[in-house]
């Protein structure tokens, strides 16, 4: 372990590497604090800049800008009272009235002291569960598999906002679309035809389109919708060092509480940052001597919120590197980012790339401190970027989007897959059509279905699945997760109902 | 006459794509000898999922009450009509796909920035004019920069 460790750093070590998660982290910050662009769009769009690195370097780049994604929602959070990413939604609750009652440069220390702390302690429980979980699910035959992402993808379709349906419907659809082109036996499904269909579609474009479509169009829907009130802000901000070190003093019960929070979170399936963020701010609030300070601008509420959503970064890690099942959609693309690298995450991992396993560690110390170093520093910078306006941004990522999307493989027809998607997506977004599980259907479903098929070459009985104890067990976990989403669907539903009557 | 609301389209959208699919994968090779299921099976399972789960969003749409409006034929135009912008963006989208490959990556980037940036920024200025042109020009050359001479990718 330690062997390993050190000869990633040595790798991540080297100042090119290094220069990569410094890029990485400022556009992870930039991407985070600009309202509305989201750490997963900041993702997508450094990810084609990848493809010519090599998997260190590329890793690298990628955990630079998940470190500092995360902790970008800071910046617009505190200076515009606006959320960067929603997983820093209730971060502007305490920061914002911090800033407005003259103390901005506090509420950022306090925010980024605490995403620093959050992102350390997650990365002890990636290195400590990590390899355990591994060790473990190295023993999981095709049958256990098969019903692990069985269970992964109702689970994130059931946590789908109170659209189990939907979110069922989303991630079997996506699982469709790992179907076109030739399969394990090349036999040639649903090419309609076409001979660009044959080899399949490209996960990147597909993703790509899918979420940044829906997303940037969206963007623009919501400005026609509510006019923007950007108000000049004062980015003229000092950072009050002696009095956050004093603040962070008092607060070492909460950060470990909320980053555990986050870290747990990040590791579950279906869940995220947003989650962990009301999760940990709530448990503050309740463990809190003064719950009434919470809202009005108190460290304490702070802390909770940013040392748990930049937990999420190192928890999230656990599930994909271990059992190869992605727990957010940052982490999705991630995967995605490993397999275009030719690697695959799973139990195998630890064996076969320990060393690429070490850098994604390492990758994720550095970042945390160049974030610091990086937030601190520039957050004068921070503020007046996140300013940049919805229109300028929306064609330029949308260009990046296609140039990444043709660079995957010089392909042309890989632009039309982004073109079409993105229109699939925009369309299933405005039905109210959950895309993460669609989005982690597209990422699983090959796997799902050469497990599934090697589990019936080696015994044909479909029974065997509910012998074998295991994966028995994840089957009845997905099935309990559905009724569990069914029984929050019907809450929320008779929510409303009420909520309507009353209105009447 | 029944109201279309989002739920009824999606699921109706959905029962035609798996009824063209199920069709489709009916050319699926079948199972050799030593194949104990074959090519067609998983995609198979999934169109009877989704076709299930269509059919149940319709059916539970059924029994919301939707106050009648418009017909669907208005009900489409309307949603047309009020989505202008996003759909102008979809075509100029369209539109820098086909001509990448005939003008090249230099003049597709810039003319596809420069007719975004214009409908959602407005030509009315020329401040914003100067913005436009300005970051269109530098950025698709910077990114030609990246790819070509940092990451050894060659853009059409």
């Given at each position: 372990m330690t062997n390993f460790f050190l000869q990633a750093l040595a790798e991540v070590g080297t100042p090119s590497v290094l220069g990569l998660i410094i890029i990485g982290v400022l556009f992870g910050i930039v991407g985070g604090s600009i309202p509305g662009f989201t750490v997963t769009m900041a993702i997508l769009v450094v990810f084609p800049f990848t493809f010519a690195m090599d998997p260190v370097s590329g890793v690298s780049l990628m955990v630079g800008v998940f470190v500092g994604g995360y902790s970008g929602g800071i910046v617009s959070g505190v200076m515009l009272g606006i959320p960067g990413t929603p997983s820093s939604i209730t971060t502007v609750y305490d920061g914002y009235p911090m800033a407005q009652k003259g103390e901005p440069g506090r509420a950022l220390g306090i925010g980024v002291a605490s995403s620093f702390l959050g992102t350390l302690i997650s990365v002890a429980v990636l290195v400590f569960f990590g390899p355990l979980i591994a060790s473990f699910s190295m023993n999981f035959r095709p049958w256990e598999i098969t019903a692990l992402i069985v269970f992964a993808l109702t689970l994130v379709a059931g946590l789908s906002s109170g659209a189990l349906l939907k979110g069922l419907m989303a991630a079997a659809l996506g699982l469709l679309i790992t179907t076109v082109g030739y399969d394990r036996n090349s036999n040639l499904r649903f090419d309609f035809g076409l001979p660009a269909m044959g080899s399949g579609f490209e996960i990147l474009p597909v993703m790509i389109g899918i979420f940044a479509f829906s997303q940037l169009l969206g963007n623009i829907e919501k400005l026609k919708d509510e006019k923007s009130d950007a108000k000049k802000i004062d980015t003229n901000v000092t950072i009050p060092y002696g009095l956050i070190l004093k603040d962070m003093a008092g607060q070492k019960l909460n950060t470990l509480r909320s980053s555990l929070i986050g870290s747990l979170v990040g590791a579950l399936p279906g869940t995220g940052g947003t989650v962990a963020n009301f999760l940990s701010y709530d448990q503050a609030k309740k463990f809190s001597r003064h719950p009434e300070e919470f809202g009005t601008g108190t460290p304490s509420g702070i802390v909770a919120s940013e040392a748990s959503n930049s937990a999420v970064a190192g928890g999230a890690f656990v599930p994909t590197l271990a059992l190869g099942i992605p727990g957010d959609l940052p982490m999705a693309i991630m995967m995605g980012v490993l397999i275009l690298h030719g690697i695959t995450p799973g139990p195998m991992m630890f064996e076969q790339n320990p060393v690429l396993v070490g850098a994604i560690y390492a990758s994720l110390l550095i970042g945390a401190v160049v974030m610091v170093l990086c937030n601190l520093l520039l957050v004068r910078w921070f503020a007046k970027i996140s300013l940049i306006p919805q229109q300028i941004l929306v064609p330029v990522v949308l260009m990046l989007c296609a140039i990444g999307a043709y660079a995957l493989n010089n392909n042309l027809f890989d632009i039309w897959v982004l073109f079409i998607f993105g229109i699939i997506g925009y369309l299933l977004w405005k039905a109210d059509v959950p895309l993460t599980p669609l989005i982690l259907g597209v990422v699983l479903g090959d796997n799902l279905e050469r497990q599934l098929f090697r589990a019936l070459e080696l015994n044909e009985s479909w029974l065997t699945f509910l012998t074998r104890p295991l994966s028995a067990l994840f089957l009845a976990l997905a099935v309990a997760s559905i009724l569990f989403s069914l029984y929050q669907d019907r809450k929320i539903q008779r929510l409303k109902n009420a909520a309507q009557r009353e209105n009447i | 006459?029944?109201?279309?609301?989002?739920?009824?389209?999606?699921?109706?959208?959905?029962?035609?794509?798996?009824?063209?699919?199920?069709?489709?994968?009916?050319?699926?090779?079948?199972?050799?000898?030593?194949?104990?299921?074959?090519?067609?099976?998983?995609?198979?399972?999934?169109?009877?999922?989704?076709?299930?789960?269509?059919?149940?969003?319709?059916?539970?749409?059924?029994?919301?009450?939707?106050?009648?409006?418009?017909?669907?034929?208005?009900?489409?135009?309307?949603?047309?009509?009020?989505?202008?912008?996003?759909?102008a963006l979809f075509l100029l989208f369209g539109l820098y796909a086909a001509l990448l490959p005939v003008v090249g990556y230099i003049a597709a980037t810039i003319g596809f920035l420069v007719a975004s940036l214009a409908l959602l920024l407005g030509i009315d200025t020329r401040r914003k004019w100067m913005i436009n042109l300005t970051l269109s020009a530098t950025l698709t050359i910077v990114i030609f920069v990246v790819f070509r001479y940092g990451l050894n990718v060659w853009l059409p």
């Open positions: - | 006459m029944l109201t279309l609301t989002k739920d009824r389209a999606l699921a109706l959208a959905l029962l035609l794509i798996v009824a063209v699919m199920w069709m489709e994968s009916g050319d699926i090779r079948p199972p050799t000898s030593w194949q104990p299921y074959g090519s067609a099976l998983f995609p198979r399972i999934l169109l009877v999922v989704i076709g299930v789960l269509s059919l149940l969003i319709l059916v539970r749409s059924l029994w919301v009450n939707v106050p009648e409006r418009l017909g669907a034929k208005q009900l489409v135009t309307e949603w047309f009509q009020s989505r202008r912008t996003i759909l």
